[in-house]
């Protein structure tokens, strides 16, 4: 087995044999060997010990993965985190009401006392790395099977995990790389006390909010503020008024240095996933269910909410997250599909399986070992397409029935009813209130119900009766006679799970038959159980797309054995390194690399959702009350541009310069390069940072924070 990371195929990557020095997501334990020559040729002042190392505190340890799905950084020795708004807005939402409606007006602690906490929410930090491929294929034998090859490697991992974690409280994770190919040991630890210190207005956190997203030129100030809290003894723990504010191992320190073009620019994070690996088979998917799927599904939803959200200050809070995290995705969707198809990435992509088969069918040995990699793909996606379809419909409009997802959540008390154990059923009772009652907080019943209907009739329309929940023939039909907008306002009219006070006054006195016999309850579970049905049925292709994908990439490790490979973003810490950079989206059109505060002033649009902001923020732009942070050239910097290659999770991440001081937060990317997570576009792709010194001048001088900003420790 050769030796991880020896190898090289931009061929997959970009298309052709040329490396770009700005594209990759790279492993930190080998940046020494792989990375250190260029990255210092761009103007790293750091040793690769200073970025990762095992032996003594470095840069890594600043770095932390937020929540579920974000990065963020430590920027003081209080704990005190920096992360993008959007990263934080659930629990900005979460905090919010019409009383204190902190998305609206933005929230800032003054005092630690003031600082709220989030049930949750929490930060991890990365430990080590250890390469442990040997291990984790040591029972893996050739001619076996997937099933039993998947088995003999989750076994190992068990062991490999289980042994990491004795004796610390650490949590340890063998994760996967090059289809499972290789494998490494990552070790983390966790910390569960995180609390909101602040957050700008959403106005300004949430500038351009749809409109601009995924776009430039962009205007948003798009950060929040945090602090994580340890025990007494410096060791996670979990909420306490007694916990006190961690101290790090590491901090970053902040940088107000002008930019400009070509300055060097690195970023640490948790990139979620990319996919370069990906055939023309699975773009054709992507093209022809996945993205079509999305944008038609959550359009109509999304309009459904937006309409109720700018009728009512209260639907707003309760839908802002929810609405959010719908809409991020659906124009990710529309700009993916769309760059997909103008790079004609399908094309490209089977110019590349054309030159696979001649590099195979050249030497029998590479044939019997990897001839059929690419017809088991396409054998799996092919034959997968309609359950795929199916399951991508059940997905989508069940986000679009809420009730439903609550009622999925009462299994619990079914199985306590069951038992008539009535210590199980007063535990079942209590775990079901304390889910309603967090689900109800953030409801609104007529939105569900202008909702729900809109996706049954969807549903109904677009997928086939094979794959059509029992409900439309038994009760739709025979009980309606196919009218869905009766069946839903009957459903929800008799329900006991239509609000939340219906709901307790069943849950004093809970009994088995009312829940089998209400509508919700058996719309939700006939719906489940053709989701069940549809996802055995297509599972049958799991383990021929497995090892197609697995020998694929095994392959293709092959082909050009001279050179160096980045595997795909899987959620684990990776950097990646560029340089500020403006670029050239089309004929006659350059994008300069930086946004200022009079562009947000340009935008700005009286009561438009959207591009309102605040007055005083147009003052203090007018009367140039930049402070420290403006730029030496007489502006307030917003956002800029750099070529670094990052993803969906690197949202939050730290951009750093040459000496590793922080001058921005990564939070997007640009529209011409969509489809970057499945073909990386050299001369398209940027990412989207907002600037330190616009992040530090909205704490400071709009919000008057000058107590948060007072802890960094902050460079000229």
């Not at 996606?381 to 991508?392: H, S, T």
């Not at 929800?492 to 009994?511: G, I, Q, R, T, Y």
Request: hydrophobic residues 35%; charged residues 25%.
């Amino acid at each position: 087995m050769k030796k991880l990371f020896t190898i090289l195929l931009i061929l997959i990557l970009s298309f052709s044999f040329k490396a770009k020095a700005d594209e990759g997501m790279w492993l930190l334990p080998l940046l020494e060997k792989l990375n250190m020559g260029k990255m210092t040729e761009l103007g790293l002042k750091l040793s690769a010990e200073d970025i990762y190392s095992i032996n003594k505190v470095c840069l890594k340890d600043a770095v932390v993965i937020f929540g579920g799905g974000c990065t963020a950084e430590i920027v003081s020795s209080q704990g005190l985190v920096l992360t993008n708004h959007h990263c934080g807005y659930g629990s900005i939402q979460a905090h919010s009401s019409v009383d204190h409606d902190y998305l609206r007006d933005g929230f800032w602690a003054k005092t630690k006392e003031e600082e709220l906490p989030n049930p949750n929410l929490s930060v991890t930090f990365l430990i080590r790395v250890e390469d442990v491929t040997g291990q984790v294929l040591a029972n893996v034998k050739q001619g076996m099977s997937e099933t039993d090859r998947t088995a003999a490697i989750n076994d190992a991992r068990q062991v490999i995990e289980k042994k990491a974690a004795e004796g610390n409280n650490y949590r340890a994770q063998v994760s996967s790389f090059y289809g499972g190919n290789y494998f490494y040991l990552l070790i983390y630890e966790r910390y569960n006390d995180v609390r909101l210190v602040g957050a700008p207005p959403s106005s300004i956190g949430k500038f351009g909010f749809d409109t601009d997203n995924w776009e430039w030129p962009r205007h948003t100030g798009d950060f929040s503020v945090f602090r994580v809290y340890s025990g007494p003894d410096g060791k996670p723990a979990p909420y306490s008024k007694d916990n006190i504010p961690l101290k790090p191992k590491r901090y970053l320190t902040v940088s107000l240095k002008d930019r400009k073009i070509g300055d060097f620019a690195m970023i640490l994070g948790y990139p979620g996933r990319t996919n370069r690996y990906m055939t023309s088979y699975e773009v054709n998917e992507q093209l022809q269910i996945v993205h079509p799927d999305r944008i038609k599904i959550r359009g109509i939803k999304q309009e459904i909410w937006m309409k109720d959200m700018m009728a009512d200050q209260k639907v707003n809070i309760q839908y802002s997250s929810k609405y959010s995290g719908s809409s991020n995705y659906w124009k990710y969707s529309i700009g993916q599909k769309a760059s997909l198809e103008k790079l004609n990435v399908k094309a490209k992509k089977e110019e590349i399986e054309n030159q696979f088969n001649k590099w195979v069918i050249a030497d029998p040995e590479r044939k019997a070992k990897y001839g059929e990699a690419l017809n088991m793909i396409k054998t799996a996606i092919e034959g997968r397409a309609d359950y795929y379809n199916a399951v991508q419909y059940i997905s989508e409009c069940m986000q679009g029935c809420e009730l439903f997802g609550l009622n999925r959540r009462i299994a619990s008390l079914v199985t306590a009813l069951k038992s008539k154990d009535n210590q199980k059923i007063s535990d079942a009772v209590s775990e079901f209130k304390n889910t309603s009652s967090n689900f109800y907080k953030d409801y609104n019943l007529p939105t569900d119900i202008q909702s729900t209907k809109a996706m049954l009739k969807l549903y109904r329309t677009d997928v086939p009766v094979k794959f059509q929940p029992d409900f439309y023939a038994n009760v739709v039909d025979k009980k309606f006679k196919g009218d869905i907008d009766k069946f839903v306002d009957d459903m929800f009219a008799k329900s006991v799970f239509a609000n939340e006070a219906k709901l307790n006054a069943f849950l004093d006195k809970p009994v088995l038959k009312t829940i089998e016999s209400d509508p919700v309850y058996l719309t939700a579970t006939s719906f489940f159980n053709t989701a069940t049905g549809v996802s055995k049925d297509l599972s049958q292709f799991d383990a021929g797309l497995a090892t197609g994908k697995r020998l694929w990439i095994a392959a293709l490790l092959e082909m050009v054995p001279e050179k160096t490979l980045y595997p795909d973003a899987n959620s684990t810490m990776r950097l990646s390194y560029g340089t500020v950079q403006d670029y050239d989206p089309r004929d006659a059109v350059t994008y300069k690399y930086y946004t200022t505060l009079q562009g947000v002033v340009d935008k700005y649009k009286p009561g438009d959702y959207e591009f309102d902001v605040p007055k005083r923020l147009i003052e203090l732009n007018n009367k140039k009350e930049f402070g420290r942070y403006g730029s030496s050239k007489g502006y307030m910097p917003v956002c800029f541009l750099t070529t670094n290659d990052i993803t969906g999770g690197n949202s939050g991440s730290p951009v750093m310069n040459g000496n590793g001081e922080l001058i921005g937060l990564a939070f997007d990317g640009n529209w011409e390069s969509m489809s970057g997570d499945i073909a990386y576009e050299p001369e398209l792709q940027r990412t989207i940072v907002v600037d330190i010194r616009y992040v530090l001048w909205l704490m400071d001088i709009y919000s008057g924070a000058k107590n948060l900003v007072d802890e960094m420790t902050i460079v000229q």
